[in-house]
């Protein structure tokens, strides 16, 4: 049974237009995600393709005039409002993308040590402490005190020492610098290998390839393919979807080929593929229909043309 299934997720926002006229956008739509127990399932995509609102979905933080169909499924059970509460901090661990997170009024020392579950606060929090690099005086800090890199550790901190079945990490490594982020990101797999799920949001492929089991590409609030990270190799041939293989080969280190036009806006979504007007690919058919997310050489994809 997987830790974390998101099945056909959307998300939609009422909105008022001019003259008091109400208009429905949906940010996110018939998104697919799984996650299992000991596996990493990094999540890439451009800005505004529903990364961060999918974690928000699953701890239950959106905003009151959200509207939610689909189903978040955490070890089998719908998460509702109230299991939500429940497990949010203890069972579903977030590390947030803004340092902004860290409460102003509490101490470093304190944030971390309010995370622990089932053993000592102190030493487990000492242990992480040290491990990236933050000096025992840094836990009478304030967060104001810290510089970016120092509170970005100490928020990788809170999560690290929670033990959650499901951690969440949103953005979790801008402003580390090389052997910091070694660490972190070996400390996350360190994670998943001794039982926890993980869904590690990053623009940062490189950085998702070398921890991840699998990656799930986001493209205007849907998921577009997921693949195991190995097929992320060459020049994308292994890749199902066209914008996977369009991103991958839009790298700096790959053939930095940008790709044409722009990813559409929840409010003006074409009827068909979302990616259609970006495509080479592009058909008739493409056009007219929405594709569904298919099973595909190991994978998923939503694409009608992929082989």
């Known amino acids: 049974m997987p830790i974390l299934e998101v099945k056909d997720l959307s998300i939609s926002f009422k909105q008022y237009t001019s003259f008091w006229k109400e208009k429905t956008i949906k940010a996110i739509s018939s998104l697919n995600v799984m996650v299992e127990e000991g596996e990493i399932v990094a999540v890439v995509g451009a800005s505004g393709s529903g990364k961060s609102l999918l974690a928000h979905a699953i701890l239950g933080i959106l905003p009151s005039k959200a509207s939610i169909d689909g189903g978040i499924l955490f070890q089998g059970k719908e998460l509702t409002p109230e299991l939500q509460k429940t497990l949010r901090g203890r069972e579903i661990s977030l590390v947030?993308?803004?340092?902004?997170?860290?409460?102003?009024?509490?101490?470093?020392?304190?944030?971390?040590?309010?995370?622990?579950?089932?053993?000592?606060?102190?030493?487990?929090?000492?242990?992480?402490?040290?491990?990236?690099?933050?000096?025992?005086?840094?836990?009478?800090?304030?967060?104001?005190?810290?510089?970016?890199?120092?509170?970005?550790?100490?928020?990788?901190?809170?999560?690290?020492?929670?033990?959650a079945k499901l951690i969440i990490?949103?953005?979790?490594?801008?402003?580390?610098?090389?052997?910091?982020?070694?660490?972190?990101?070996?400390?996350?797999?360190?994670?998943?290998?001794?039982?926890?799920a993980v869904l590690f949001i990053t623009h940062d492929i490189e950085s998702a390839l070398k921890i991840a089991d699998k990656i799930a590409v986001f493209y205007a609030g849907t998921t577009v393919e997921i693949a195991p990270v190995e097929n992320f190799k060459g020049k994308g041939e292994k890749l199902r979807h066209p914008y996977s293989k369009a991103l991958w080969r839009a790298l700096p280190q790959n053939d930095f080929i940008p790709i044409p036009g722009?990813?559409?806006i929840p409010s003006n979504l074409p009827e068909g593929c979302l990616?259609?007007?970006?495509?080479?690919?592009?058909?008739?058919?493409c056009r007219a229909v929405r594709p569904v997310m298919r099973e595909l050489r190991n994978g998923m994809v939503r694409c009608i043309h992929a082989t």
């Open 169 to 196: 990490a949103d953005e979790p490594t801008p402003g580390l610098d090389a052997d910091v982020l070694e660490k972190a990101l070996n400390h996350i797999r360190e994670l998943a290998d001794t039982g926890s």
């Open 96 to 163: 947030p993308q803004s340092v902004n997170s860290l409460d102003p009024l509490m101490k470093i020392g304190s944030q971390v040590r309010n995370s622990v579950n089932n053993r000592d606060a102190f030493t487990a929090q000492r242990e992480i402490f040290k491990r990236y690099q933050l000096k025992t005086e840094v836990e009478k800090k304030y967060p104001f005190e810290l510089s970016g890199g120092m509170a970005r550790r100490a928020l990788l901190s809170t999560a690290m020492v929670s033990q």
């Open 262 to 264: 722009t990813q559409p």
């Open 275 to 285: 990616f259609a007007t970006r495509c080479e690919w592009t058909t008739p058919d």
